[in-house]
């Protein structure tokens, strides 16, 4: 199954889709990106199933429950949020000159983001993928792996129907939908608190301003786990 990367543009961003506000004109293509999944066959069946189950779902629930739901998973906690730099970087300064990189990268490759789109948000990362050759495309999205993992397993925890989109999101990208263990999220107000002044930014590993920064993206190091490059 993992081999051979399986060219993948339509399921990838019907998972950028899903993964971004799941307003009228989202619900209004749910039978067109079913159909892409199951033309496009890119995926193992059982979690093509999953896929259009949830769109499904999305499709025929309250609107207003399911923006509601939406904003509540993926914007009121860290174990969930989708800027993949908020799970390695957090607030500090390295954050920015990540984002500027990737956004270079995209735009070397003629993806052009809209005023306040972040590159970071793994719909972006979906759609850029999309654009690229199987072989880079899973290559790229494999950067990545550690990241979704953490997502998928904090959206298992949760029992969330979306666990099945960072599940394909892993197999696409030639990985295994495992879960890892991961710490208990802090409660919302803890989360988000502001930092001490001067004592929530860190100096430490900043290149100076004259030296050129990677794109690398790399592990959280935890007291069990050390890091490790992607």
């Not at 730099?85 to 920015?96: A, L, T, V, Y």
């Not at 789109?117 to 999309?130: G, I, K, R």
Request: net charge negative; charged share 20%; hydrophobic share 45%.
């Amino acid at each position: 199954m993992f081999n051979t990367p399986t060219p993948a543009p339509y399921s990838l961003r019907v998972l950028a889709a899903l993964l971004r506000y799941p307003d009228a004109a989202f619900r209004a293509a749910v039978p067109e990106m079913q159909q892409a999944l199951k033309r496009e066959a890119a995926l193992p069946a059982a979690r093509i199933d999953e896929l259009c189950a949830l769109l499904q779902r999305l499709q025929q629930a309250d609107a207003f429950a399911v923006e509601a739901d939406f904003v509540d998973l993926f914007d009121r906690g860290r174990g969930t949020a989708l800027h993949l730099f908020e799970h390695i970087h957090g607030d500090s300064r390295d954050r920015g000159p990540a984002m500027v990189d990737l956004q270079q990268t995209y735009e070397r490759a003629g993806l052009y983001l809209a005023p306040g789109e972040l590159p970071d948000h793994l719909a972006v990362v979906l759609e850029f993928a999309s654009t690229q050759p199987a072989r880079e495309a899973r290559s790229f999205l494999g950067e990545t792996a550690h990241i979704a993992r953490a997502i998928f397993s904090a959206l298992q925890r949760r029992q969330s129907p979306y666990a099945s989109v960072l599940a394909a999101v892993l197999e696409l990208a030639g990985e295994r939908a495992e879960p890892v263990d991961i710490a208990p999220e802090p409660g919302l107000d803890e989360a988000w608190a502001e930092p001490e002044a001067f004592g929530g930014c860190s100096s430490a590993g900043q290149s100076r301003p004259e030296q050129p920064q990677p794109i690398h993206i790399v592990r959280k190091q935890s007291a069990h786990q050390p890091g490790a490059q992607a």
